[in-house]
């Protein structure tokens, strides 16, 4: 089983070399990276790629590494009890299976996405660190031993919102993503939009490139975002040249909202934009 990437992810080559470095020494493999460098599609690619079916957990700040084995409800079961349910006789129909558990006893070689790992207590990882590692745990409800029938290609994704445990980082293979750089966008745009116009492209990128060199800027646009411009650019018939026309007065290009999302950035443009007409006089 080998990822080459696929028709829809533009996966460079020490991200084939990561992934299927992972599925080699069978560990989870730890991806990082700014936010919307295509980490959580990574997994979905992976599992298109390699026809292998995709199960995803999506961590919350609450969510709490038992909840990936099973969860036992007992409040419906005592609820059942005093109602005269035959159901309360068997313990099992009580336990819902996590994502942990579907991926272990499933037919086929899954791929298990962990997403964003980072947002879920620090000790969601150690939590989590036996049951990766071997690949089994205890249901202590019903004294069966859960055992992955084959061992799913995981992937763990990280925001770097918070440092994870040493003993957790020993077990992964770790890959940081790296912000795409102009060849690398334009054929992840390329991607997206076929046969776009090159002239808007080249200057959308340029201009993109020096809203996230701007010294100060709290949220730095993302290749979603710079995505979701380039749709805005084509609905509303906007001119390469009136992107290379800039006004002084306005530093902030057209259509600002799809890539500038807060107030602080916003007026940190416009700081520029009075300082540099300041300068023009």
Not at 68 to 83: F, H, K, M, N, P
Not at 112 to 117: C, H, M, R, T, Y
Not at 248 to 273: M, S, T, W, Y
Request: charged share 30%; glycine share 4%; with cysteine.
């Amino acid at each position: 089983m080998r990822f080459e990437g696929t028709s829809a992810y533009v996966a460079t080559d020490d991200l084939k070399v990561a992934v299927n470095a992972a599925i080699a020494l069978e560990r989870p493999l730890l991806v990082k990276g700014e936010p919307g460098t295509g980490k959580t599609v990574l997994a979905i690619e992976i599992a298109k790629a390699l026809g292998a079916p995709l199960i995803e957990w999506h961590i919350k700040s609450t969510t709490k590494a038992l909840q990936g084995l099973y969860e036992y409800d007992a409040v419906t079961r005592l609820r059942d009890s005093q109602l005269g349910d035959a159901r309360v006789k068997d313990i099992r129909n009580y336990i819902k299976r996590g994502k942990l558990w579907e991926a272990f006893v499933a037919d086929e070689r899954p791929v298990l996405l962990i997403d964003e790992i980072d947002k879920a207590d620090i000790e969601f990882p150690n939590d989590l660190l036996q049951e990766l590692d071997r690949m089994e745990f205890f249901v202590y409800e019903t004294g069966e031993t859960i055992r992955a029938r084959r061992r799913p290609i995981v992937v763990i994704t990280s925001n770097n919102e918070k440092e994870l445990p040493d003993a957790f980082l020993r077990r992964c293979f770790f890959h940081y993503i790296r912000f795409p750089d102009a060849d690398t966008m334009r054929a992840i745009i390329e991607v997206h939009f076929p046969g776009i116009k090159h002239r808007l492209v080249a200057e959308a990128l340029r201009l993109f490139y020096e809203i996230r060199d701007v010294p100060g800027m709290k949220k730095k646009p993302s290749t979603s975002e710079l995505l979701d411009w380039l749709k805005l650019l084509m609905v509303e018939d906007i001119a390469p040249e009136t992107l290379r026309e800039r006004d002084p007065k306005k530093l902030i290009p057209p259509l600002h909202g799809a890539l500038i999302k807060n107030e602080q950035d916003v007026h940190l443009f416009e700081r520029l934009a009075f300082m540099s007409r300041r300068e023009g006089r």
